[in-house]
């Protein structure tokens, strides 16, 4: 049995990153990351473990590809910001202090709905960043998809595949920005 459902969920998460849309969708991200100017930055937020994410990916796209990104998950700026003006403004919040016109914004929500994310998206377009990516998963027609320029959505409803792909697609996209200094076998 064990054996077997480890067979059926590796399937369905080969499944979901080996598709042809999601292939175009991390091309397409990189295309957009590569074209951040020298005086903006790429801004990226998460809850949870999508916050972690957000972390793993501003790091190693920092590091890897001299492409700034900014990862504002410090517990005391969070929860500054939400005792302040409420949960729910807190992504909102730091883009408004620390975005400028012509950022990126990525965005990760499994649900889509979370109103923190959905916040900061709307926060984003007021501030005049060039490019917004969302990245989703569960229900298609969750709010989130319908915000950016570039929605990628994965469809699971298990919140390890969705975080895993999310992951997957982040990381990947470094790679292809930073392939020429990659050797594959």
């Not at 903006?40 to 957000?54: C, L, T």
């Not at 998963?137 to 975080?163: A, C, H, Q, R, T």
């Amino acid at each position: 049995m064990t054996k077997l459902f480890l067979h059926k969920y590796l399937k369905s998460f080969t499944d979901i990153i080996d598709d042809q849309q999601q292939t175009q969708s991390i091309l397409e991200m990189s295309n957009i990351l590569k074209k951040v100017k020298k005086k903006n930055k790429v801004m990226i937020f998460g809850n949870g473990g999508s916050a972690a994410i957000a972390s793993h990916f501003s790091v190693d796209l920092t590091k890897n590809t001299n492409i700034k990104c900014l990862n504002l998950n410090e517990h005391s700026l969070i929860t500054c910001f939400a005792n302040d003006y409420g949960y729910e403004k807190w992504v909102e919040k730091s883009i408004y202090f620390y975005g400028e016109k012509g950022d990126i914004l990525i965005i990760i929500s499994s649900s889509g709905q979370s109103k923190n994310i959905l916040n900061g998206v709307k926060a984003a377009k007021k501030k005049g960043f060039s490019k917004i990516i969302t990245l989703s998963g569960f229900k298609e027609n969750n709010p989130l998809k319908k915000m950016g320029d570039l929605n990628i959505w994965v469809d699971s409803k298990i919140y390890n595949i969705v975080e895993n792909a999310h992951q997957y697609f982040l990381l990947t996209c470094i790679d292809l920005i930073n392939q020429k200094k990659i050797k594959l076998k």
